[in-house]
Nanobody, 126 residues
Framework: QVQLVESGGGSVQAGGSLRLSCAAS????????MGWFRQAPGKEREGVAV????????YYADSVKGRFTISQDNAKNTVYLQMNSLKPEDTAMYYC???????????????????WGQGTQVTVSS
């Protein structure tokens, strides 16, 4: 079992920044893909960014590329999502997720992640 706890959400104006944190505990050795997903009301959950904790490789959704950065602190078992140049369309509940790496690497698809946090709300006003 892996437990994930997100923090750092809040309300900002467009153009602002937020940093989300995801603290992992439990059998984290079995989950070497850590991802961030988001879900806005009435929309499907979509992948934002993923990191392979064993080597640090990352992948981003096109909608956040160049604005968001995913990183890790292995000593703290924590993954971060630095969000800059926020837009109103970034408003959503953000979830941290953990899962094992597959043959194709860490894929930014919800079905490949077995552990989820409770979510943290991000609201961007225009």
């Amino acid at each position: 079992q892996v437990q994930l706890v997100e923090s750092g959400g809040g309300s900002v104006q467009a153009g602002g920044s937020l940093r989300l944190s995801c603290a992992a505990s439990g059998h984290t050795y079995s989950s070497n893909c850590m991802g961030w997903f988001r879900q806005a009301p009435g929309k499907e959950r979509e992948g934002v960014a993923v990191i392979y904790t064993g080597g640090g490789s990352t992948y981003y959704a096109d909608s956040v590329k160049g604005r968001f950065t995913i990183s890790q602190d292995n000593a703290k078992n924590t993954v971060y999502l630095q969000m800059n140049s926020l837009k109103p369309e970034d408003t959503a509940m953000y979830y941290c997720a953990a899962g094992p790496i597959g043959r194709s690497g860490c894929l930014l698809l919800p079905e490949f992640f077995g552990y989820w946090g409770q979510g943290t709300q991000v609201t961007v006003s225009s």
